[in-house]
């Protein structure tokens, strides 16, 4: 498939042998901040970005909300790969902190949207984060088949002075699932807003 997705555009999920995307991946690496002491030495701050995912019906009305304080939907569809509180210390590993796994086929057949949100939990501004990029792909947490979505958000325009945004909205169309790259930031500052931002103005 290999599409990279610029924010705003929208796909379905058809691949290119006219088979449908049925595993989705949302990964998000990030690093600490490095903080220089009076005598000149660097120490490091942790960071705790939170990649989490709504559900909701064709009402907007939400069904279920994944993140680190509930691993897993109520239909097992959605799993989270647990809360990562720090970020890489130690340089850009190339690796995923925190992944939410989606399996279309097991979603319940009341969900319309599958709505994917991050927030910065200590409120630290995405502008001052040496590293943090998001990529939405067709694979495993262990298998990347295809990148269609990616976000740079500790160097992308916009996202300086901010504290969470919307990644993308997965939405159903005539019973056929499609996505919509959203990648805007917000000036919410929890989850629940987060939330309330994209049923009010993502749906």
């Known amino acids: 498939m290999a599409i990279n997705l610029q924010k705003g555009q929208r796909i379905n999920l058809k691949k290119d042998n006219g088979a449908i995307l049925q595993n989705i991946c949302v990964g998000v ?34 069904l279920d909300v994944v993140y680190f304080g509930n691993l897993k939907s109520k239909d097992g569809a959605i799993k989270h790969s647990g809360d990562d509180l720090t970020g890489d210390m130690d340089g850009d590993d190339g690796l995923d902190n925190e992944i939410i796994t989606l399996d279309f086929s097991r979603l319940h057949s009341s969900v319309e949207y599958v709505a994917f949100v991050l927030n910065s939990f200590r409120g630290h501004d995405f502008g001052t984060i040496p590293f943090a990029s998001i990529r939405i792909y067709e694979g495993t947490p262990t298998r990347v088949n295809d990148v269609f979505a990616t976000y740079n958000i500790a160097k992308g325009e916009g996202f300086a002075g901010h504290v969470s945004m919307v990644m993308g909205v997965f939405y159903k169309r005539s019973n056929e699932w499609k996505f919509n790259a959203i990648g805007e930031p917000t000036k919410d500052r929890k989850l629940e807003e987060t939330v309330r931002t994209v049923q009010q103005n993502y749906l």
């Open 29 to 62: 690496n990030w690093g600490a901040i490095e903080k220089k002491g009076w005598l000149g030495g660097i120490s490091k701050e942790a960071v705790d970005l939170d990649a989490s995912c709504a559900l909701l019906d064709a009402g907007k009305n939400v």
